[in-house]
């Protein structure tokens, strides 16, 4: 895999890396998935699941640092 995936040449450069990437593909992925089946299978608000899925990766971020 590639380590970085991309430079944006804004500001002399910004560097995008695959692997924090593919982090927020993985959490959009699963909070849509999430929301999805919150509202068709279990009737709760898809609101309220993508807000606890912003708070979970919030203080998993925080947690892990």
């Known amino acids: 895999m590639r380590q970085k995936l991309f430079t944006i ?3 002399g450069g ?4 695959t692997y924090g ?5 993985g959490f959009l992925v ?3 998935w999430t929301r999805r ?3 068709k299978r279990l009737g709760i608000d898809p609101e ?3 807000n606890v899925g912003f708070a979970i990766l919030f203080l998993g971020l925080l947690g892990a640092r």
């Not at 990437?21 to 593909?25: D, E, F, K, M, Y």
């Open 48 to 50: 309220r699941t993508f």
């Open 37 to 39: 089946a919150a509202q």
């Open 9 to 11: 040449p804004i500001f």
């Open 14 to 17: 910004i560097d995008i890396y």
């Open 21 to 25: 990437t593919l982090i927020v593909v």
């Open 30 to 32: 699963g909070a849509w």
